[in-house]
């Protein structure tokens, strides 16, 4: 009785394979098309136009390598390496002081730039064009505590301790008085004390936002 389930089973086994053999060669297709699929939507991705703003650290005869430039939260000066590459159709232009179209000779070590371009295989960005501009400085942010001392319509004199300091104001500029409400420049007083937050360039303060004390 036993042998012959293990006939009927070796049987039900052997008419499976017939009828549903597996194919080496569709697996293996299949896989090669996946593997194709990949990598033409990487092929894709890395053609997408890109740019970046860095300082020039070397030159070689095709290649520059430059310092892309970020900022983190403490203001210091960031960024990794990266490899430019430079073909016959790299335009170069010189925008310091005046717009310039420049030569791929004239660029130095230093010069802080615009690259504009795509990725290509091995990670390097092939630039299509560079533009030299003058280096970003960070943006100073800070919030100081005043007295107005005068008022203009979109210009506030304030003193501390320090001196005296312009405050200039706009529309995106948000001023609130004591009790949270929004307020206008031409409801500012002498002598009112203030705090003052916004972006600082020595003794002037571009303001977002003035409380009222």
Excluded at 33 to 58: H, L, M, N, W
Excluded at 62 to 70: D, E, L, P, S, V
Excluded at 89 to 101: C, I, L
């Amino acid at each position: 009785m036993i042998n012959k389930k293990i006939t009927i089973t070796i049987f039900i086994t052997l008419a499976l394979v017939k009828t549903c053999p597996i194919k080496a060669q569709d697996v293996s297709t299949s896989s090669d098309e996946i593997r194709k699929k990949v990598q033409e939507k990487i092929a894709q991705i890395s053609q997408k136009p890109k740019g970046y703003v860095g300082t020039i650290t070397d030159i070689s005869t095709n290649t520059i390598q430059a310092r892309k430039y970020i900022f983190d939260n403490n203001n210091k000066k960031t960024g990794d390496i990266f490899q430019i590459k430079i073909t016959e159709n790299t335009s170069f232009s010189d925008n310091k002081e005046t717009a310039r179209q420049i030569k791929f000779q004239d660029l130095a070590i230093g010069d802080f730039a615009i690259f504009m371009g795509k990725g290509v295989n091995g990670g390097t960005f092939e630039a299509s064009r560079i533009v030299v501009i003058k280096p970003l400085a960070p943006i100073k942010r800070a919030s100081l505590r005043l007295k107005i001392t005068k008022v203009e319509k979109q210009k506030i004199i304030a003193s501390s301790s320090n001196g005296d300091y312009t405050i200039i104001t706009d529309k995106n500029t948000s001023i609130v008085d004591s009790k949270g409400k929004k307020t206008d420049t031409k409801d500012l007083e002498k002598e009112t004390s203030i705090i003052v937050c916004g972006e600082k360039e020595e003794k002037t303060i571009k303001a977002r936002t003035i409380f009222l004390e």
